[in-house]
């Protein structure tokens, strides 16, 4: 999995614009609504994330709308997918753990 895919990833604001767009396309100006940031610096985040292969966009008129792109997304989750056991463990071990702490003696 390319490296750039978690480099893109590692920012709050290019996972949030991933959520924005899970929800389905949006034009570059309502993306950059969402946000306290400059349009300048919201349209940069974008250029990562389309570096990246995570998003897409296209032209129509005078906007840009952009489309989230699940494909590097799906390689995140397969790469994932190994530890997701770890951590299932240590949930349950956390729970199990908070379940006795709350049990009268």
């Known amino acids: 999995m390319p490296e750039d895919v978690f480099m893109a990833m590692a920012s709050p604001a290019r996972r949030r614009l991933l959520e924005l767009l899970a929800d389905g396309p949006r034009t570059a100006g309502d993306l950059a609504a969402q946000f306290d940031l400059s349009r300048p610096a919201v349209a940069e985040h974008l250029q990562v994330l389309r570096r990246a292969a995570l998003v897409r966009d296209e032209a129509v008129g005078r906007q840009r ?4 792109e699940p494909a590097p997304l799906e390689q ?3 790469w994932l997918h190994p530890f997701e056991s770890f951590w299932r463990e240590r949930l349950r071990s956390m729970a199990e753990l908070l379940e006795n702490e709350e049990e009268p003696q």
């Open 76 to 78: 995140v989750s397969a």
């Open 65 to 68: 709308i952009y489309h989230i």
